[in-house]
């Protein structure tokens, strides 16, 4: 019974992830906008793209969502993101110690691991339920073409894609840069490195 408290109580890679989200939801959720905005220019919503266009929209949306995980991974430091993963690259020793160090972090807290990951996959569904609540059973999508916000050709797609590169794929790119430091010890003050 107290192994189960301890582990709701240490919830610390997913509380991490939620505080973050809050604390930084404008970069967040400016980055979100331009991969959003990328994505539903490239599914067509305002009409045809040329496939040089495509690809240099691709470009622009796994930029964002990069910068997105660096600066995440950074703690808001992009170059300290950067450097982390130019040391888990290129560094022997510190991969090591980083397997080390992880592998003592899951075999002893598995059960947080486990409790964050499950509570966050059921916040990933709500929201996605939520999304497709909005493309399919509101006149959102209507109401977008009659206004001639959006070209007639293009598809409930749209409105999808745009809503999930605004909450649930920066909320899991958050999610993952977390997990690599809660797994290392830098979550949580735990290590300032």
Known sequence: MKENIKT???????CETLLFFR???????????????GRIVQLGAFG???????IALEVVVECA?????????????????????????????AWKEHW???????????????ASFVIYLLIAWVI????????????????????NIIDEKSSEWVIILFFK??????LTLIFNALFLLWVTGRV????NA
Not at 71 to 91: C, E, F, N, V
């Open 23 to 37: 604390s930084h939801y404008l970069i967040v959720l400016g980055l979100g906008l331009v991969a959003a905005m």
């Open 128 to 147: 996605n339920l939520l999304i497709d609540y909005a493309a399919y059973q509101t006149c959102l999508y209507y109401k977008l073409k009659v206004h």
């Open 188 to 191: 949580s003050g735990r290590d």
């Open 100 to 114: 080390q160090k992880a592998s003592v972090r899951l075999r002893a807290e598995w059960r947080s691991l486990l």
């Open 165 to 170: 590169n605004l909450s649930v794929i920066p």
């Open 65 to 93: 969502r990069i910068l997105l995980f660096v600066y995440a991974l950074g703690l808001t430091h992009l170059r300290k993101g950067l450097s982390r993963i130019k040391l888990m690259l290129t560094s022997g020793k």
């Open 8 to 14: 709701i109580q240490n919830l610390a890679w997913l």
């Open 48 to 54: 045809p793209v040329s496939s040089s266009a495509h």
